[in-house]
C-alpha cells in the first residue's frame, strides 16, 4: 500500500466529520429565524391590517409569511419556500440579490448579516420546519 492509498480513505473521513459537524447543529425555527423574518419581513408580509391612520396595509406580492401554510404556497410569483432547496426558495434567495434589484429582500433598512442568510438557508435544506409555530390565522 503507498502513502496516497493509506491517506485518502483518512482524508475522506476528515472532509465527512468537519461537513457533518457543520449541518449537525439544527436551526430552530421558533429562537433563531422567527425572530428574523418577525423584525424584518413581517412588516410588509403579513395579514392585512389596519395602520395607525387608517391606511389598509396589505401583504405585499400578495405574500404572507406570518403563518406557515401560507409561506409554503408562496406569492404572486410562486415558489417561495422549497423545504430542502435553498437556491429554489425566494424566501432565502431574494436576501442575496444586490441592494439595486427591486426583488432585493428587505427592500429597506440594512440587508441581512452573513449569518442571518445562512441561518435560513441551513433552515431551508434542513427541511423548512416550522416545530410548534402556528402564526397567524389565514
Ligand atoms: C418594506 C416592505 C418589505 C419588507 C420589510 C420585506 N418585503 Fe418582501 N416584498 C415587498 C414587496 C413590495 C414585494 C413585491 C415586489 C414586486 O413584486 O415587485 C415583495 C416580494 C417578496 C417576495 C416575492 C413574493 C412573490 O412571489 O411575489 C419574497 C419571497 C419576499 N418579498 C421575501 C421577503 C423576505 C424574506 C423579507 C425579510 C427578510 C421581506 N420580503 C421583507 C416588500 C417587503
Known amino acids: 500500500m503507498n502513502l496516497k492509498t493509506t491517506l485518502a480513505p483518512l482524508l475522506g473521513l476528515a472532509l465527512l466529520l468537519s461537513n457533518a459537524s457543520a449541518q449537525d447543529a439544527k436551526v430552530s425555527f421558533e429562537t433563531q ?3 428574523i423574518f ?4 413581517f412588516e410588509c408580509h403579513q395579514k392585512e391590517y389596519t395602520d395607525d391612520t387608517g391606511r389598509v396595509k396589505k401583504p405585499k406580492g400578495k405574500f404572507r409569511m406570518d403563518n406557515p401554510t401560507l409561506m409554503l404556497k408562496g406569492g404572486s410569483e ?3 419556500l422549497t423545504p430542502g432547496k435553498p437556491e ?3 424566501v432565502y434567495t431574494s436576501t442575496l440579490l444586490p441592494d439595486d434589484d427591486d426583488m432585493a429582500m428587505p427592500p ?3 440587508r441581512l448579516t452573513d449569518e442571518q442568510k445562512n441561518l435560513i438557508k441551513q433552515w431551508i435544506a434542513q427541511g423548512a420546519e416550522f416545530g410548534a409555530w402556528k402564526g397567524a390565522e389565514e
Not at 418577525?38 to 419581513?41: I, Q, S, V
Open 33 to 35: 429565524i422567527l425572530p
Open 38 to 41: 418577525k423584525e424584518r419581513c
Open 78 to 80: 410562486g415558489g417561495d
Open 88 to 90: 429554489e426558495s425566494t
Open 108 to 110: 429597506k433598512g440594512d
